[in-house]
């Protein structure tokens, strides 16, 4: 099975870097997403990493290192149109089904 | 123009009832999937299809029961509703079904979601 973790809620001020953490427990690593939802929309893709690293995409980044487990995505300069809830997902090497965490609720405040 | 479309919107029916929800997508893309997000915001796959034909059945209970005319479709209908199946219903896409041959290929394209209130 997998276990994905990621923080419930966090709030950050405009123009300000928020790091949204994922740790994952998994019985074999085939990639992670990243995916953000606003409310009552429905999820867009935002990254995607399966080597270790940082993947840079503009305002937002994305880290992974295999050994830890461990993930986070990196929000810049943020705008108040960035409040949304971030869900990490990790796919599973054996069948490739992609489960989801909980998602993390950023709010940006003025 | 919408990529993956879904209908309807919101759907509010009573206890015991059959209902469907349809999707379609049109990204030519050859994997199609249903996921439930529930009132935890958990968002977990109920089924896959790739080509017309099933791939990934979870746990769900039979009462759910997919259906795929062709690879641009897929439909959900679900019998005797139960308040438990009150949730977000969101269809996706992808290009490839997850071989892992082209990870980037399988970022999921979401349909708008079916709220469903179960009374």
């Known amino acids: 099975g997998q276990n994905i973790d990621q923080p419930t809620e966090m709030t950050a001020t405009e123009g300000a870097i928020v790091q949204i953490n994922c740790t994952y427990q998994t019985s074999g690593f085939n990639g992670l997403f990243w995916y953000q939802q606003h409310a009552g929309e429905a999820p867009t893709f935002l990254s995607y990493n399966v080597l270790d690293g940082l993947e840079e995409k503009g305002r937002f980044s994305s880290f992974l290192s295999r050994s830890k487990g461990y993930s986070y995505l990196l929000l810049k300069e943020l705008q108040m149109k960035d409040s949304a809830s971030y869900l990490c997902?990790?796919?599973?090497?054996?069948?490739?089904?992609?489960?989801f965490g909980a998602g993390t609720t950023v709010t940006v405040r003025a | 123009d919408t990529a993956v479309s879904q209908t309807p919107k919101y759907l509010v029916t009573q206890m015991g009832n059959d209902k469907s929800i349809k999707c379609e997508q049109n990204?030519?893309?050859?994997?199609m999937y249903w996921y439930k997000q529930d009132s935890k915001k958990f968002l977990k796959i109920m089924f896959s299809?790739?080509?017309?034909?099933?791939?990934i059945n979870e746990t769900v209970p039979n009462r759910f029961s997919p259906k795929s005319p062709d690879k641009a479709h897929l439909n959900l209908h679900i019998n005797s509703l139960e308040l438990g199946d009150s949730a977000v219903y969101f269809c996706?896409?992808?290009?490839?079904?997850?071989?892992?041959?082209?990870?980037?290929?399988?970022?999921?394209?979401f349909g708008s979601g079916t709220q469903l209130s179960v009374l």
């Open positions: 996706a896409s992808s290009q490839d079904s997850g071989t892992g041959v082209s990870p980037t290929n399988e970022k999921l394209f």
């Open positions: 299809y790739n080509n017309k034909e099933l791939i």
């Open positions: 990204l030519g893309h050859d994997t």
């Open positions: 997902a990790v796919r599973r090497s054996n069948d490739y089904k992609l489960s």
